[in-house]
């Protein structure tokens, strides 16, 4: 390898010629020449921040070919394609993957032993098999290249168990130069990195974790999520935006609704053919479709900088996930919104699907759980608390790019508590978890507590009078401003820090801001009349409402639910065919009660001279798996609801939820045949005379009044005959 002076040139020249760039980002040339010098090297970059060029361009300095350990399939071809498309030459790059059939494959061996091969990706599935490893024991690696090294860690955020056998493989191979390359990581994954590939030497390169240009902002999720993404993206037209969900199921239905609203979308998830993938990625590069909306799968590695906004419609597993997904956005310094929508359901359900792991696996999961739980809770500058989460200091009090830095909270003095906190805490021994530690403070007696017989200690009980908020919101805080730590490595163990006992000794003031209060329901209502553009359209809606309820004798939600009168007030709806794209409106109903309504909204346009906005119109879309036609035509011959779920493959709770679609879209249904094999006619009347009577249909407020007498099956069953006689 030549040195010093004439090194640099060709590392410049080799930059211009083939990247197109005058000079090196960050640390790229400390990086390269680390590992042109055959040393063992460490990557801690945030997305954007030019990873990918660290070893893409020393390939092309040093003799034989690179071997590129990568996670996915669509991540490879985006690369080869890209590095094949500087060169003037065919072959530069390649991968070698379950893709390829033996053709290929062959092809592929040929250009490596030929030498014209810089670049080969594998997936680590592939270094391991056996005749690869034959095959690249005969071929000069020049070095081993593990992107996303994150994964090899059973605390990094894409734990793939096949990372844990690359260093194996690397040794039957042949051992050279291992440059390992994240975008996020904490002390815990690098430690556990360095260890599972044996590079425990490596030099480390971290670059800062701060992407100023990102704006970060976590909402409440309600009933009306789908429909806010709609009406965000339309408030956004024609910029790209990715939206992650954690299941199939959700991408799918969240999709479809999209595009039911005129947005270039598609869908992306692993169930998908590969070919189709392949397309979709495509189309979003090319910019032939807008927006994404995916599982975690996507986004790995591809190079789009003008994504504008990463939506989280679920909150991620980690911060190390969320931090890498956001940073799909704004990636060329410009514009880059990342909204997050949170519920504590959400949180319930993840820690619910971690109950089948092993008993470590799942410790390891809540602690990387209740961290993500603290950001999205937190009225604290989102950007101290990321920047913190990866060890990384932020002394800025106000970033001025988040919504908790755009709309602070009063601070007020939490001394005394964060005393109380400190003493709770080495009373304990520094043994125990926040959780635990909280519980010992509320004076909770669980079993743990009364075991270990902390309930005897005089500090148990010391916060009982402290809201949960508060002390959260001290604990969070405290870890965040140094007076704590956890202990990764113990499950997240608190210790008590210099700063804390120095505080213990002289206790000086700790301002605190208190923690964001979520609703307990996943979806739940907002509150009415909080999301239209007219207050006061809504407020006449609803007494014209009111007054056609009492011509035909009906309780007001018969003639339109709230959320119906919502959406007249946003999207001013004055034709039969517009009414029926509302939430809740069917051909029927607004054929029966739509004439008056839409005079109504007609005029107030006219006389407030509204602009409607046509453009973000919110139409509902069918569920593509049941056919509406099918459940109708069976009710239409008597079949047994049971026996109609179980023909449909769905819970009978889920059948009911069908056929409310059904219902509130305004088509009329008979039951009564089934109704009356399960309740008699005194009970049927009693449930259809509440209704009747109700000013609301929403079955919680009807299970406190029938809940006694009548099982959840049985109310929804009567509300539906009762809407569908009524109301339709």
């Not at 390649?94 to 080969?120: C, E, F, P, W």
């Not at 704590?484 to 804390?500: F, M, P, Q, S, W």
Request: include cysteine; hydrophobic fraction near 35%.
């Amino acid at each position: 390898m030549k040195e010093g002076v004439e090194l640099k040139k060709q590392m410049a020249e080799t930059l211009k010629h083939y990247f197109g760039f005058d000079k090196f980002k960050g640390e790229q040339e400390e990086i390269i020449q680390n590992l042109l010098d055959g040393n063992d090297t460490f990557v801690l970059m945030p997305t954007g921040g030019g990873k990918s060029l660290c070893y893409q361009l020393p390939s092309l300095l040093m003799d034989g070919t690179a071997v590129v350990v990568s996670p996915l399939i669509a991540l490879m071809k985006n690369q080869v394609d890209v590095i094949n498309g500087l060169s003037e030459k065919d072959g530069m790059a390649h991968y070698m993957n379950s893709s390829l059939n033996r053709q290929a494959i062959l092809q592929v061996m040929d250009d490596v032993k030929s030498g014209k091969t810089r670049l080969l990706y594998v997936a680590p599935e592939s270094l391991a098999k056996e005749e690869n490893v034959r095959f690249l024991s005969e071929v000069k690696v020049s070095f081993y290249a593990i992107d996303e090294a994150h994964c090899i860690s059973e605390w990094g955020h894409d734990f793939r168990p096949d990372y844990r056998n690359i260093r194996k493989a690397v040794e039957r191979i042949g051992r050279a130069p291992i440059i390992a390359l994240t975008a996020t990581a904490t002390d815990k994954v690098r430690s556990d990195i360095k260890k599972n590939l044996g590079i425990p030497d490596a030099k480390e390169f971290k670059s800062s974790f701060n992407r100023p240009n990102l704006y970060y902002e976590v909402r409440q999720k309600t009933k009306e999520v789908d429909n806010n993404i709609v009406k965000f993206i339309k408030q956004h037209p024609g910029k790209s935006g990715i939206i992650y969900c954690l299941s199939r199921k959700k991408v799918e239905q969240l999709a479809a609704h999209l595009a039911a609203n005129d947005i270039k979308v598609a869908a992306y998830h692993a169930g998908l053919e590969s070919e189709v993938r392949s397309q979709t990625q495509d189309d979003f590069l090319m910019e032939r479709i807008d927006i994404i909306v995916a599982t975690i799968a996507f986004g790995m590695g591809i190079d789009k900088p003008d994504v504008r906004f990463v939506i989280h419609y679920d909150i991620p597993k980690s911060l190390e996930g969320y931090y890498q997904e956001t940073g799909r956005a704004g990636r060329d310094g410009g514009e880059g919104i990342c909204l997050t929508y949170y519920s504590h359901n959400d949180l319930k359900k993840l820690e619910k699907f971690m109950e089948v792991k092993p008993v470590n696996e799942q410790d390891i999961g809540r602690q990387l759980l209740q961290d993500t739980a603290a950001y999205a809770e937190s009225s604290v500058c989102r950007r101290k608390l990321l920047l913190n989460y990866f060890g990384e200091e932020y002394d800025v009090e106000n970033c001025g790019n988040c919504d908790n830095c755009k709309h602070p909270k009063e601070k007020h003095e939490a001394k005394d508590i964060l005393v109380a906190v400190l003493q709770a805490v080495s009373v304990l021994k520094e043994k125990f978890k926040q959780t635990y530690v909280i519980d010992f403070m509320r004076g909770v007696t669980n079993h743990d507590i009364v075991s270990h017989h902390h309930d005897q200690l005089e500090e148990f009980g010391s916060g009982i009078d402290i809201p949960p908020t508060i002390l959260n919101a001290v604990f969070r805080q405290a870890l965040i401003y140094g007076y704590l730590k956890k202990e990764v490595e113990n499950y997240g163990l608190l210790r008590i820090t210099a700063a804390g006992k120095r505080f213990l000794n002289e206790p000086t003031s700790f301002m605190v801001v208190d923690d964001v209060e979520f609703n307990d329901d996943s979806y739940v209502e907002t509150s009415e009349g909080d999301n239209v553009l007219s207050p006061e359209l809504y407020a006449m809606l609803k007494e014209l409402r009111r007054e056609v309820a009492q011509k035909k004798e009906v309780p007001p939600y018969v003639v339109f639910q709230d959320v119906s009168l919502e959406q007249m007030a946003t999207v001013y709806p004055i034709t039969e065919e517009e009414l029926r794209n509302i939430p809740g409106v069917g051909h029927g109903k607004a054929a029966r009660f739509g004439e008056e309504f839409l005079k109504l909204i007609k005029k107030y346009c006219d006389e407030n001279e509204i602009e409607r906005p046509g453009d973000i119109r919110i139409k509902s879309v069918a569920n593509k798996s049941l056919k509406k036609l099918k459940i109708i035509e069976k009710i239409d011959l008597r079949t047994p609801l049971d026996e109609l779920a179980k023909t449909l493959g769905l819970q009978f709770s889920q059948l009911l939820d069908e056929l409310e679609a059904i219902v509130y879209s305004g088509t009329k249904i008979n039951i009564g045949y089934y109704i009356e094999e399960i309740l008699d006619d005194d009970q049927i009347e009693d449930i259809y005379d509440y209704f009747y009577e109700s000013d609301t249909d929403r079955l919680s407020v009807a299970m406190k009044e029938l809940g006694e007498f009548y099982t959840e099956e049985e109310v929804r069953l009567m509300r539906l005959k009762f809407l569908s006689e009524v109301a339709n």
